[in-house]
């Protein structure tokens, strides 16, 4: 049977934030002695690379409010690929065309 603590060390965000935090609590739930501090460094760590960065502008107080916060990032990165989306769909020319006209 593997170590719990070395499965939540090696935790990865690989899809939703909600999966990410159910796994997470399911390894951390059966780890004793570990104080809110490390769990939200580990927590952290194992998140996506842009919603980590962006949580690292937010004051984080405790694990509970790091996993409400990144749930609020979650959504709106969701939103805000779904506008770029919906631009490219609608025949914009890209995100960027504007620089690029601004050059010529």
Do not use: C
Not at 43 to 67: D, P
């Amino acid at each position: 049977m593997a170590d719990p603590f070395e499965l939540l060390l090696a935790l990865k965000q690989q899809k939703s934030v909600s999966e990410f935090i159910t796994q997470f609590e399911r390894f951390a739930g059966v780890i004793k002695g570990l104080d809110e501090q490390h769990l939200m460094k580990i927590f952290s760590n194992g998140l996506q690379e842009e919603i980590r960065a962006e949580l690292k502008l937010y004051k984080t107080i405790n694990l509970s409010k790091i996993m409400n916060q990144v749930h609020t990032i979650e959504g709106k990165n969701i939103a805000i690929t779904n506008v770029v989306q919906d631009y490219r769909d609608i025949g914009g020319g890209g995100v960027f065309l504007f620089k690029e006209e601004q050059r010529n």
